[in-house]
């Protein structure tokens, strides 16, 4: 008990600057938790809380709709994707970043690509919308090679992808940074071991860098698992229109549109209670993996 009250008086400043967010937090994440009460209710504003229980009943309607069991799979698609890509593209360009011994050009390059990550959706959708067009200037690209006009966004084949690729773009050069970090710390002296025994850099890469790169990689792997549910709303919401809502339409955006736009909140407030258990679940599970495989630990 001394102790305890030893570290508390020593370390109380960094408690009291904990305040203002758990304070926060309480305000804005604890006490709206007790409206998810309405996804068991047949909500009605005029009548607030105290509307009729349905108990089940609005889970058991929303599974029925082919429209909601589709955006699960959507979701999952998408966002299985984002995180395998989002492993890969990054891991290859700190490869080849860290090739480049030239250190204006290497922090010029780590520049440029981690640029696009300090911008909105709702710029980069205005964007995208007059460089994605049928006649703009990607498709005027492609046409030099003979390729037909692609209707990026307009394609339901063909949007899904869009955003996959269009959301690692932007956000790969966070990754690229940290992958970078890892590698200033390998010791240089496994390389210079490695060229007096003849391997040459793909050999040191192959043999030396991504091993030593595997524990990070395990580590934001493993982490990425509680993000499987969310294939990025502002994105989506940004670009998205009814005509690909049958490959484009993700958990969130549905949450949006059924429970604000149309304003059936009990149903909006019932998906989305469904999408925070899983969530929950998947990231207590990822953090159990990254203690059990990677050695991180949160507490």
Do not use: C
Request: glycine content about 8%; hydrophobic content about 55%.
């Amino acid at each position: 008990m001394k102790s305890i009250v030893r570290i508390l008086r020593k370390e109380w400043p960094l408690h009291l600057m904990l305040v203002p967010g758990v304070v926060l937090v309480f305000i804005f994440s604890i006490i709206p938790l007790y409206g998810l009460i309405i996804a068991f209710q047949r909500y009605n504003v005029a009548m607030g809380f105290g509307s009729p229980w349905v108990g089940l009943a609005n889970f058991e309607f929303l599974f029925s709709q082919p429209d909601f069991v589709r955006t699960i799979w959507n979701t999952l698609f998408i966002a299985s994707w984002k995180i395998v890509l989002m492993i890969i593209v990054p891991v290859f360009f700190a490869l080849l970043l860290n090739e480049i011994r030239n250190v204006f050009f290497k922090r010029l390059f780590q520049t440029v690509i981690y640029m696009p990550n300090f911008i909105s959706w709702v710029i980069l959708s205005g964007i995208m919308f007059e460089i994605l067009a049928v006649s703009g200037i990607v498709n005027q690209f492609l046409g030099i090679f003979g390729v037909q006009p692609i209707w990026f966004l307009g394609d339901e084949n063909v949007f899904r992808w869009t955003m996959i690729f269009s959301d690692v773009w932007r956000s790969f050069g966070f990754g690229t940074v940290i992958y970078l970090a890892t590698l200033t710390g390998i010791d240089q002296g496994l390389y210079e071991a490695a060229h007096m025994d003849g391997a040459n850099r793909f050999k040191q890469t192959i043999y030396i860098t991504l091993p030593m790169m595997m524990p990070i990689i395990m580590l934001m792997s493993i982490l990425s698992l509680g993000n499987i549910l969310n294939a990025g709303f502002d994105q989506i919401f940004n670009l998205y229109s009814p005509i690909v809502y049958s490959t484009g339409d993700i958990i969130d955006t549905y949450i949006f549109r059924v429970g604000l736009e149309q304003a059936q909140f009990s149903l909006g407030a019932a998906v989305g209670s469904f999408r925070s258990l899983i969530s929950a679940v998947l990231i207590a599970i990822s953090y159990y993996l990254a203690d059990r495989f990677a050695g991180y630990r949160v507490f």
